[in-house]
């Protein structure tokens, strides 16, 4: 019988997360103008949502009507751009 030790412990470079990330985050998007923000945004819907946008552009097109509508209804919609940007780098 063979027994395989298991390390419990975490070290921090194997995280998941930089627990310093959302403060890496605001510093990155206060440092970039707002075309490389724009830019940066129509990056990260064009990549996760291409495929979704070929099969169906009319669903697309109210989703992203939907979200311009209020704030709430942005972030809502946009939680790929905010796991995105806490990246880390």
């Known amino acids: 019988m063979y027994r395989v030790q298991v390390n419990t412990r975490i070290e921090s470079s194997r ?10 985050a605001i510093y990155r998007i206060r440092s ?8 940066f945004i129509i990056e990260t ?8 946008i070929r099969e169906n552009p009319t ?3 109210g989703r992203f009507r939907k979200m ?3 704030p709430f209804n942005f972030y809502r919609g946009s939680a790929v751009l905010f796991y995105q940007v806490l990246k880390v780098d």
């Open 15 to 24: 995280l998941s997360h930089d627990i310093h990330a959302p403060q890496k």
């Open 45 to 52: 819907f064009s990549h996760f949502f291409q495929a979704g």
């Open 59 to 61: 669903a697309f097109r």
């Open 32 to 39: 970039q103008s707002n075309e490389q923000r724009t830019q």
């Open 68 to 70: 311009a509508a209020t």
